[in-house]
């Protein structure tokens, strides 16, 4: 009798267990929707734009083998980037270059500041998020930064 109960145990205790399920990935909460944004693909980059006082906070989203001169530049029209960026790389890892050879790595997590007058590209397997601020044509003079790269 007491192994008939305990086989009975076993199985029910058996039949209790979870079973066994690919667990899968949570979605990444840096690349969902931002609700209420305005958003734009250009150049391969995920762009959500929404308004904070007289600013503007952006999250650009660019994709693994991002390279602006080859998928800006033709958008754009320009030989290097002259938009100024001001803000935090959240994920991933983003190489700049300069008209002068000056070459700035970022990893996240990382605040940056990229003068007009560059290249940029991503790093690795994994796309890169920064989160951006800015005041659409004023952004230089707003935040006190070059025309171009220099030096000090």
Known sequence: ????????????????RPTARPRSK?????LAKIEGAERRDIGHVRLEVGRAGAARVKRMIYPAGFLWSVDMKPILGTDLGMPAHVGFLAKGEVNVEYADGCTVEYKAPRLMAIDPG???????KEPAVMI???????TIGRLGMPQTHRHP
């Open 1 to 16: 009798m007491a192994k008939k109960r305990l086989h009975a145990a076993r199985k029910s205790a058996k039949a209790r």
């Open 26 to 30: 949570a979605p990444d909460p840096l």
């Open 118 to 124: 560059h290249d940029g590209w991503v790093v690795g």
């Open 132 to 138: 951006e601020f800015d005041f659409e044509s004023d």
